[in-house]
């Protein structure tokens, strides 16, 4: 619980958190970084597209990842990955062995959807 504390938000910190739905319309193999990824762009609605870089591989396949919604933060400064500089952190659950579950709407709902 000790830990839960030294991390405690303010409610101000928090509602400057930009997540947003989004949906996947492109997922290749990321070949050139160090820890398996893919390279992915997200359709935000109004917000536009997004690049980004996701280590997801262990449980999703890059083909059956397109056409899925995702929830991500829009708003961190854009951060270079290898060659691409990404826009967006995909969110998800991290298990034991580092594997990454997408954190995902239950039905379907309009890109740029803000989670709040």
């Given at each position: 619980?000790?830990?839960?504390k ?30 398996p990824?893919?390279k ?9 597209t997004?690049k ?65």
């Amino acid at each position: 619980m000790e830990q839960i504390k030294e991390k405690e938000l303010t409610w101000n910190e928090f509602i400057k958190v930009e997540m947003r739905v989004g949906t996947i319309i492109s997922a290749e193999q990321f070949k050139e970084v160090r820890n398996p990824a893919y390279k992915m762009i997200i359709d935000f609605g109004e917000l536009g597209t997004k690049k980004t870089s996701a280590q997801i591989t262990k449980l999703y396949n890059a083909d059956k990842l397109i056409g899925k919604q995702v929830i991500a933060v829009v708003n961190f400064p854009p951060k270079q990955i290898a060659n691409i500089m990404s826009e967006c952190l995909v969110l998800g659950g991290v298990g034991e062995n580092k594997e990454v579950t997408l954190i995902q709407p239950d039905r379907k709902v309009e890109n740029g959807t803000k989670i709040g």
